[in-house]
């Protein structure tokens, strides 16, 4: 496989995993903490903990009602790794710029009534998973967990 496709299914797996792990999942042990669900999933493998927004209302509001501090925290964050982590060239910043927005877009998307998923209209990018119906999501917990997940790859070797 070529780099491209790898870092799209990097993209693929990281969108999947934003969205899948901040629907409520009550597996196993489940401990209330305020307005969140920590569970714990040891049944197979790894032991696994997922922590869930839980709202105190039957819905939550659509991703354009909460503020941008969650999406520009992370990229002031990458302007400051982009200077200081070997061998990020203008040309490899870009491109790393790039993946967090399409990763940042693409975990919020369904959130934004009357907007479409990138998914087709980008090179490589496959239909994405798609929240599960009934769920409720706190959409800036899901741009953390997606935007945190994807800089861990893309910054690996930021010491």
Not at 28 to 45: A, E, P, Y
Request: neutral net charge; glycine residues 6%.
């Amino acid at each position: 496989m070529n780099r491209r496709t790898i870092l799209c299914l990097c993209l693929l797996v990281l969108t999947l995993m934003a969205v899948a792990s901040c629907g409520q999942d009550a597996t196993n042990d489940q401990t209330k903490l305020g307005n969140l669900n920590m569970t714990k999933d040891n049944q197979s493998g790894p032991t696994r903990i997922w922590v869930t927004v839980t709202p105190p209302t039957a819905s939550l509001p659509a991703v354009g009602a909460y503020d941008s501090r969650v999406a520009t925290t992370w990229f002031d964050l990458y302007l400051d790794l982009v200077q200081t982590t070997p061998g990020f060239t203008p040309p490899v910043a870009s491109r790393a710029f790039g993946y967090a927005g399409v990763t940042l877009y693409e975990a919020v998307v369904p959130g934004m009534p009357g907007y479409q998923s990138l998914a087709g209209q980008l090179n490589e990018l496959p239909p994405l998973p798609q929240p599960r119906a009934g769920e409720t999501y706190h959409w800036p917990t899901v741009a953390n967990s997606a935007l945190a997940r994807i800089t861990s790859y893309l910054f690996a070797n930021t010491s």
